[in-house]
């Protein structure tokens, strides 16, 4: 093999090439702080039967909001109170907590999808009407990207792709890798990590992040 100073010039931007982003597409940073979403079972056992939840703010994903009730959230070291609620009511009740949250209550969740709450952590729901002993449901949120379908589209992107989002603008730069991508109708352009998340590299909501092509 030639090792002459052209060759290398040609080695070194190969390797360039296959290490640095051949392009990048900013996304805004939603940060999730603890909050909960009741199934319409739970609702009514928690708030009383027929209970229609008050909306305060739409949130960025289409048709999500944030209510004016809150739980408190009790687990065998700790509690949480004013737990926020999201709309509107889901198949099943699901806690999404920091890892921080979690050392508070003394529980101990995995990192999953919302909605993957098989074998996950319990804990106790105290609302207005009624006490709830959650067998499972408390999960910290794995990080992800929302997108409608357009957006997917235009970054070419699939459901369930797992890809690289990267901060590179603050005092601490991190890259977040298998951030799973979340798209369609029910969906819109939003990265979504948790307090800890956003705490570790400086981000706030809207700040933008870049996703890194390979
Ligand atoms: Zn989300």
């Known amino acids: 093999m030639n090792f002459g100073i052209d060759n290398i010039t040609t080695i070194i931007s190969e390797i360039i090439k296959k290490i640095a982003p051949s392009k990048t597409a900013l996304v805004p940073v939603g940060v999730s702080n603890r909050h909960i979403h009741l199934s319409q079972k739970d609702l009514y056992y928690l708030f009383g039967e027929g209970y229609q939840l ?74 207005p009407k009624n006490t709830l002993i959650l067998q499972e449901g408390v999960i910290i949120s794995a990080n992800h990207l929302h997108l409608s379908a357009e957006e997917a589209k235009d970054l070419n992107l699939t459901n369930g792709q797992k890809i690289i989002i990267r901060s590179i603008t603050k005092e601490r730069k991190l890259y977040f890798v ?15 990590i948790d307090t800890d998340e956003a705490n570790a590299a400086l981000l706030d909501t809207n700040d933008n992040v870049e996703i890194v092509y390979i």
């Open 54 to 127: 008050t909306k305060i703010k739409d949130l960025k994903q289409p048709n999500q909001f944030a209510a004016k009730e809150t739980v408190t959230v009790v687990g065998p070291k700790g509690v949480l109170h004013n737990v926020r609620i999201l709309g509107p009511a889901r198949n099943q009740t699901q806690v999404e907590i920091s890892r921080t949250d979690a050392f508070i209550l003394g529980v101990n969740p995995p990192v999953r999808i919302s909605g993957d709450t098989k074998n996950s952590a319990g804990a106790i729901i105290i609302g």
């Open 178 to 192: 298998d951030v799973v991508v979340r798209c369609g109708a029910e969906h819109s352009k939003e990265f979504h």
